[in-house]
């Protein structure tokens, strides 16, 4: 490989959430979905080039920001966007919440399918609206959706819009073009607009292909709103750039306003030219990356297998973040974490936090850092379960 993901980096005492979250500085963590790597060697150049020049203002995006947006999609998921559909903000969640309020009433139901990132329950609840659960079904190794509760959903004349999460935090499938084809025919039969989050869009493990909800139809476009971000797949999420893409000019319009309603309408002068870097020059470093998390991924089966047959590793088709099934301990996934912290001093996520329901049982691992660290890591996992095997 050209690039070293290998390489021992130090993230504690840098005021880091992922590390410095915890006060004990034993604690791994693997929790958090950001990666312990170094950047592109193409961002990190900009980025200097940037501060060098010691000035620090209010930023303007530029026209060759939205020329390496339309150009990534295109070249890489053929996906055709126009200009005038990118609306650029600070985040990935602040467009969430934006698209919410711009598009539903206070009352009114947002559907989402769990197990799901914790961030759509808290934006769903802050516009004032009702959270309602297409729960996954699990089938195997895998999730799959249950579509004729997904229409049951659909058909309430409350539910107005549709969270999807493409590919899926954490259930990790990425969702097939049929599968998003599937879900549009039901949301455009009943009235509902589609909201997709795909911030972990360029994280797919070999043989799985990610679609654009909006490219698996030309009803799909019509009806959906793409929220992007390199911040997961280049690991800039300090950097703080996302986009949301919409083909409806007068959605668009509404969503426009939310943003500058709850303020996040400007963004800082490091994240528009650490995407252009990204999206331009670091294809080449994003397909290692991918290579080195599906190694980590299948060293993580290999360990599992070995050392902890009793608990099901899910299939990883996309993201960097496993999702095991702990029901066999007979411990809650809140007490198996709370042990995990305490005993084995690492930090997993608790599957509750996607779902009281459908996450219990679960926890989800971040596999996203040099593979010796990822290994200690599990290595301290074993050593607490395994005594709870000898209680």
């Not at 080039?49 to 998921?77: C, Q, T």
């Not at 996954?136 to 969270?163: H, Q, S, V, W």
């Not at 190694?295 to 960097?320: C, D, H, I, S």
Request: glycine residues 6%; proline residues 4%.
């Amino acid at each position: 490989m050209k690039y070293d993901f290998d390489k021992e980096t130090i993230r504690r005492g840098t005021q880091c959430v992922k590390w410095d979250e915890a006060a004990d500085p034993e604690v791994l963590p693997m929790w958090v979905a950001d990666m312990d790597f170094e950047v592109a060697p193409c961002i990190a150049e900009v980025l200097q080039k940037r501060v060098a020049h010691g000035i620090f203002g209010y930023a303007l995006v530029p026209e060759s920001y939205y020329e390496a947006v339309i150009g990534w999609f295109s070249r890489r998921h053929g996906w055709n966007i126009q200009r005038d559909w990118i609306l650029y903000t600070s985040g990935v969640v602040p467009a969430m919440s934006c698209a919410i309020k711009a598009l539903c009433m206070p009352g009114e139901k947002v559907l989402i399918q769990t197990p799901v990132y914790n961030c759509f329950f808290s934006s769903i609840h802050n516009n004032g609206c009702q959270v309602v659960e297409n729960e996954l079904r699990r089938t195997g190794d895998t999730y799959e959706i249950d579509f004729e509760d997904f229409e049951r959903k659909c058909a309430d004349e409350k539910t107005t819009l549709f969270l999807l999460c493409n590919p899926h935090n954490p259930a990790g499938r990425v969702w097939s073009k049929a599968e998003l084809q599937h879900m549009n025919d039901i949301c455009m039969r009943h009235g509902v607009r589609v909201v997709s989050d795909e911030i972990h869009c360029e994280l797919v493990m070999p043989g799985c292909v990610y679609t654009p909800f909006a490219a698996a139809a030309d009803d799909c476009q019509r009806n959906s709103i793409t929220l992007s971000s390199p911040s997961k797949s280049f690991n800039t999420a300090g950097l703080q750039i996302a986009n949301i893409v919409c083909q409806d000019a007068e959605v668009r319009r509404r969503i426009d306003r939310a943003i500058n309603i709850n303020e996040v309408c400007d963004v800082n002068p490091f994240g528009p030219i650490a995407l252009e870097a990204a999206y331009n020059e670091g294809e080449e470093w994003l397909d290692e990356l991918n290579q080195y998390l599906y190694q980590n991924y299948l060293a993580l089966k290999e360990f599992f297998a070995n050392r902890l047959p009793q608990l099901q590793v899910m299939r990883l088709e996309g993201t960097y973040l496993v999702w095991v099934d702990i029901r066999s301990l007979g411990l809650s996934s809140d007490g198996l974490t709370e042990k995990l912290l305490n005993e084995g001093k690492v930090f997993v996520n608790s599957g509750t936090m996607y779902g009281r329901k459908a996450g219990e049982g679960y926890i989800r691992i971040n596999i996203a850092c040099p593979r010796s660290r990822m290994l200690e890591g599990l290595e301290r996992i074993a050593t607490v379960i395994g005594k709870l095997n000898k209680k």
